[in-house]
């Protein structure tokens, strides 16, 4: 990145968080704010200086006058709590508990056009929340959902009841809501009515109405590509995969015994287990089973897109368009060096621009140039 | 149907604050216990209950009416382990407890009882169902898939749990919490005095690991016996403390009577009768070499090295630095074969200079 683009972003975060932009600040503080440990990533030419952390804050005054007058790119706190947050080695912080979350990220779902990945992330984020509170039973107002800023969301939980938790309890959430682990012994017994029993004996009908309807050829030499299933095993199977649908509704126990069908299910069999991920939440493992992960503050800005990490009420998700919702700089005019061709909608509009220098509104100006693909080219 | 405690089942249950009551009452108490014979029989036989549960065992055979006696050994059994410092047998001594523990509850047909303990273990018995976070806490430790949470009928906030399984639960919690305060806080002043019975357990730990130590390696001994085979071969007059932990730990690691002896007989003033008889005396007694605690006491711990700073006992020391070697030495005999193979490729790389 330039000098000048450098400036020019590091110019535009100072004036969101001291004030200048209407609507912005950093009015957003974490439960027990003085027992989190703080992170900072800055602007800088020096790609490899590292996150300035360790850092802890005595009060809400405190952290904003640090983001009024350090201006940083990235800005986190941990989400555990700490005895002594601000300790430099982590031996010596003293964990007493840390926050359950869970991670969305486009990254780990789609590859697609930004606004696309986005839509489909919410999705998930839809899926994740039924299930923390309708199956999970966790209160709505107990959920705190961010817009990452980035690629997704996190949903983060801090209830005193489950802070405490080590990383086996909380693996045990996360791979209900990702539908890892599923056991077909355990998935075939009735009733299958509910939660993930229900989804399983959906996503297994929509396999088992898959096969049935492909061409004969092409149904065998399926079938008989799965490990352990014979060619004559596989026709026999075909033949009466009728009555195996019925015997799916009526007395799925019965079908245990069924090499196909425990085949078909298996968990590193395609087809079924995409049928079984479109059903469940992909929340990134690792950030939910982590105990001392730092997170992004709600509030602050994503120095890699310039957006803002946005607190969302459960309610007001579904209105929520993070390329307008999430964008906090305005329709001044500004001149950047696009590296290449690219179309992007923001603030209501698609930006067509092509490579080289393009006047667009200073939003997506911020935005291009936080994700690297543009640089500022002077002049406005 | 009996719907009261009662003594006898304190012995059962004897983390109840009713249990600590009923010592309190008699006035027992830790400290000072090894002042007094009925003291000392309660810490051999504690020392006891924890050496059964070394031994895998999962029932600890109680007195016939000694209530007392059932619940301080209980109380000096979890003393002395964590006066051991030694997880394994803390673990070993959980699994025990809890197994015990799980039995009577299992059996328990007092329902006055069943509830007293199911308070003070934190534990709710369940009408088929638990809440997720609760289920969350108890079975996340238990393998099997049929545990994980997705494999569960989960509705509203509510796992499904038959009784069958919720049996499992309990067991499970009951060790989880009998491990939970394990290493207690023991005060200086206890640990010196228990010391002979916590040394009798690490012991006995050191006795059950033998198995590992295979063939006798000299260079792997401790700092501490290897002053003592020095003094011995340079003729000093060892004390008896000196002579017995030296004897003990050369024992431990696998000599015969006739072997330790050998090296008295390196002094220039050797007495094979007095020797022999000495030698005879510890071995048939099944003496276990000291913990490094009784050793630095009686004067022995000398030319403490590095590797002395993570163990507790000189049997611990040998294990770990006879892994160490045995390490090396593959290393070095790899290194051997590539420099030797890289000598015939290539000579000029390894050939030494001019
Ligand atoms: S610390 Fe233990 S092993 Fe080391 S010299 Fe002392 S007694 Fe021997």
Redesign the pocket.
Known sequence: MKPATLEFLRQRFFAYYNGAIPGAGAGYSPESLTEREWGFLFFTENQRSGMRRHISFTSQDELTSYLKSMVPAHVYYSTAYYTHPGAAQMADKEWRGADVIFDLDADHIVRAPYDIMLARVKEELFKLIDMLTGELGFAKRDLRINFSGGRGYHVHLPLLSIRGWDTAERRELVNYVSGTGLSFDSMMTPPQKSGWKLRYHDALEDELTRIAGLPREDALSYLSGLSGISETFAAGFLKNIGQTQNLLRSNPEKLLANKVVRAIANAENEPFQAGILSRAAQADEPVTTDVKRLIRHPGSLHGGSGMRVVPIPVDQLDAFDPLIDAVVFGERNVSVDCAFNLSMPILGNTYTLTAGRNIVPEALGVFLCCRGIAELSGGT | MRTSVEKRDLAHYPFLPEAQGLLASRGIKVAGLSGSKIGCSYLDRAAERVITALDGKTVYPESEDDVVSDIITYVLARVLASAAKDKRTMDRLCKMEAARVYAYFHAEENELLKKRVCEELGLELGDGSLPVIRYVELASRVRDAKWRLINRDVESGFVSVSSDEMDVLIAERIRAILSSGLPLDIPESIAKEFLPWSDKILSAVQERTLVEFGAIDESAY????QALIAAAAAGVNLTHSGRFSMTAFLHNVGMNAEQVAGIFARSPDYNPDMTNYQVDHILTNEYTTPS?AT??THG??????RL?ES?S??LN?YRSKKKMLEKMRIKEEALAKKAETAEKENPEVTSPGP
Do not use: A, R
Request: proline share 17%.
């Open positions: 401790p700092p501490c016996i490094c050793m630095l022995v711990c000398v030319n403490k090295d002395c163990v006992h000189p020391y």
